[in-house]
């Protein structure tokens, strides 16, 4: 027998290890039975793959395979509810020998998996930045399979907050008032600078191990669930990150938008969403307000396209069942191709009835706002319909400290809180519509009204007792503020008081907050744990009453309960005759203040202090 040499038997061995090589991404690595659309496409990713055959164990029947551009991407669909197996093998050949295999699995869903529960009025939802909340895990604040390290002295680079910190400090939001927690996104985000936020994401399948894992995440929120909370995930569908393992090595051309007139195909958009319901909009506006990059580092996705369409379907309803998720919230929603994400949203929510999903819709009108809500009339007028069950109240987030700041006029002052809600006729779900007065991406109120906890209070008693479900940002409960303006987005995303070690203080034990602190955070506390048991906040009705010398009065009522709201932004003490009130007093001379618990009389008139606000619950004159 003729010995070979080494180098010859090396290469023997290498070429039969190359033969074998795992293929390098299957996705989803798995999926469950059971699922009401029994249809799962599964990208198979190695080198020429599509120049192989696929077949799979068992007699499956493949019912459709799609080659791209890439010879390094096979798109195989299968019908599930003909598979009888627990799992199977994806074999990639080469003529009749198996140059490689993967395992796939179909797990059982967890039961009543269908009919989860999600956010609603009923909730209050706590924004978190999660580089910026707690630090529970140090080991993982710098990775090496991660480009950017962890280094706190940076207000733009990742400082160690994770998911452990969240964990650590469920009992802290619970005790807050909070029921749903809402965190940017957590998936891996591997550019080299600037990934603390998340918006540039790497991977769709993968937790940032700066974070943790995608066993931290699902731990978050079980644990959540279990307190009767829930965890909503932020979901970008417009744009990725340009260190996205897709970019790099594209399935085809038109997976991402691709101007020939941009450097490496990058055109800004103009932004303006606007176009997306202007009949007069001009072609080319709309073109580069949807297809245009959000940034440099940022390749703006075409959901135009159907494997792109249902990869970015596929990857949500993964997390939403992987990690029992109870909602959603999308990411710049307007900027997207709107046919699409109206096919996007009815596949998760066919899937899910009673999912919410809620779309950052960053728009100033109510009917530009309203028009992608599902089933709305502005949207119908448009010929269109969205699917999307929940939208963001950027109208009233616009001129709520216009409200407030301005001297009170014809058309300035309160007046402009009461004209949001005259626009109220054009949502088809008033109870679905998330209200807030800042988030991750504006100036903190704090800094707007100088940490003064009288402007404060306004703010959260308005968005706390108003149509919709509230939402707070992380911090501000306890004063935090941060100047946009002249310090960026770092400024407005600063590290919470406790979340590491070597802080000199911790925030998160009440006992420990200034008294500064204490003031804002006891009247979040007493707030937002009063309106968990209020079902006429939730879906009651409302009553408002034109503001009169700086001071606005609205109900929430029903059948069984009446909720009397005054915010007076007067710089004086306001007497207000109760006369013009008797239609929704109804004969009551007496009710509760929920934040003093004092008695209160509404016999004749009734005081309001300077910048103050009072909810009142009637007491019914029987």
Known sequence: MKKLSIVAALSIAAA?????????????????KGMKNPELQILVYGKDVAKNEVELSDGIQIKDVQKVENPNYVFITVNTNEINVPEFKINIKKGNKNISSYRYELKKRTPGSAD??????????YLIMPDRFANGDEKNDSRPDLIEKSDRSLPNGRHGGDLRGIINNLDYIQNLGATSVWLTPVNEDNEKVYSYHGYAQTDLYKIDGRYGTNEDYRELSQKLNQRKMTLVMDYVTNHWGVSHWMIKDLPSKDWIHWFDEGKDGFYRSNYKTTTQFDPNASEIDKKYALNGWFDTTMPDINQKNPLVLKYLTQNAIWWIEYAEL??????TYPYNDKEAMAKWAKAITDEYPKFNIVGETWLYTAGQISAWQKDSKTGEAAGYNSNLPSVMDFMLFADMPKALKEKEGWDTGMIKLYNVFTSDFLYPDLKNILVFFENHDTERWNEIFNADPKAYKMALTMISTVRGIPQIYYGSEIGMRGDKNKGGDADIRRDFPGGWKSDAQNAFNPSSQTPEQKDFYQFSQKLLNWRKGKQVIHTGKTKNYIPQDGVFVYFRYSDKENVMVLINNNEKDQTLDLKRFSESLNGAVKGKEIISGKEISL???????AKTPLIIEIQNKN
């Open 116 to 125: 989860r529960e999600s956010f609603t009025s009923k909730d209050a939802m």
């Open 603 to 609: 016999n004749n008139t009734l005081n309001v202090a």
């Open 16 to 32: 039969a290890f190359s033969q074998t090589k795992p293929l390098e991404k299957v996705e989803p690595a798995f999926w469950w």
């Open 326 to 331: 109870g909602g959603l919230r999308v990411d």
